[in-house]
């Protein structure tokens, strides 16, 4: 665990923060770093752009916490933690990232955001410009990660997800007849989309740092711009969402709130660092690693000694939801079936 956790520690320290971005109540931070290599694998919307793979349920009947990936292609693919696949019998998130190998047929585990919904749609899924809203990203993390420790699945809360989405709707004025997380997303796409036009990578980017109400969220790192630049409109949109319902919870009079410094960004990253780590074998090729501190929780796909990708979220210690998301009045639900694979 040791090796790991110095390739992370030298990996993130490689990084430079460059002054936020901000648009209205949301700023990115640019993380620059030397990944201008071009990437070893395709990405999901890629992969199914070329019709190389097939997502389906894992059988006729179904599961809710996992489906079945096939990767007809001679290369790698890269499934990005919270990215959305929609069709079959309901839309999923994915529960962490992956690195899938060339040719090979593996059992990727996920979460459901369509609770009302449990008949085929299409036979295969696809996939969506959006991503699992950063707020259910750091739950889900925490999730996971306890499941992983105590029963060695990767499996979340799905009661908790669901009510965290139906909450979500609720205070942003959205229904869906199948409550579909994807209803947020359209209801409001004026919106996100002119966050996601505010958010352009720079040419050295491979990360981004969002913070909502001038308080530090959470980050991504890849081990490519490509990557990035290809990824940052679906972590724009989730970051989004949640800042047009902190925008709610506002009142209309409220002055803007600035950003964190370059300090305050910095800090958190070397948070990431000082947590408590674990390592377990990954669902595809390389190594899983799970990171829970204070005031984080995070995750890395390690392949080949290099970092693929990390993923962390800041903690508020005794908040409601456990995740630093500002505006959100959400009670944090009971963890009582924590690790669980709840069923539809």
Avoid at 288 to 305: H, M, N, Q, S, W
Wanted: net charge negative; glycine share 8%; hydrophobic share 40%.
């Amino acid at each position: 665990m040791g090796d790991f956790m110095q390739l992370i520690e030298k990996s993130l320290s490689g990084l430079k923060l460059a002054e936020p971005i901000n648009s209205r109540n949301l700023s990115m931070f640019p993380i620059a770093g030397e990944g201008s290599r071009q990437p070893d694998y395709l990405l999901l919307d890629q992969a199914i752009s070329l019709r190389c793979v097939h997502v389906t349920e894992v059988s006729e009947s179904g599961s809710v916490p996992e489906l079945k990936f096939i990767n007809e292609s001679d290369r790698r693919i890269f499934l990005m933690d919270g990215e959305e696949l929609v069709g079959a019998k309901q839309n999923r998130v994915l529960n962490l990232s992956i690195l899938v190998p060339a040719g090979k047929t593996i059992v990727i585990p996920v979460s459901c955001v369509e609770r009302g919904r449990w008949g085929y749609q299409s036979r295969e899924f696809t996939s969506s410009q959006s991503a699992h809203y950063a707020e259910a990203r750091a739950m889900r993390h925490e999730q996971v990660s306890a499941s992983l420790k105590e029963t060695g699945l990767r499996n979340s809360n799905q009661s908790e997800l669901w009510e965290m989405n139906d909450l979500k709707a609720s205070r942003m004025r959205v229904h869906s007849p199948t409550s579909a997380m994807d209803a947020m997303y359209e209801t409001h796409t004026g919106d996100i989309e002119e966050f996601v036009r505010a958010f352009t990578a720079r040419e050295d980017q491979v990360g981004a740092l969002f913070a909502i109400d001038g308080k530090i969220v959470g980050f991504d790192v890849f081990d490519c711009t490509a990557t990035l630049r290809y990824l940052l409109p679906k972590l724009a949109r989730s970051y989004a969402l949640d800042a047009i319902e902190s925008s709610f919870s506002k009142n209309q009079g409220d002055p803007a709130l600035g950003s964190p410094t370059l300090a305050e960004a910095g800090e958190f990253l070397r948070s990431v660092v000082e947590a408590r780590a674990e390592t377990f074998p990954a669902v595809g090729e390389g190594v899983d690693v799970r990171l829970t501190g204070p005031a984080v929780t995070a995750a890395a796909l390690v392949a080949e000694e290099r970092l693929v990708h990390m993923s962390a979220f800041h903690l508020v210690e005794g908040s409601d939801t456990g995740a630093g998301l500002p505006g959100s009045r959400l009670n944090r639900p009971s963890m009582r079936a924590r690790g669980s694979g709840a069923g539809r």
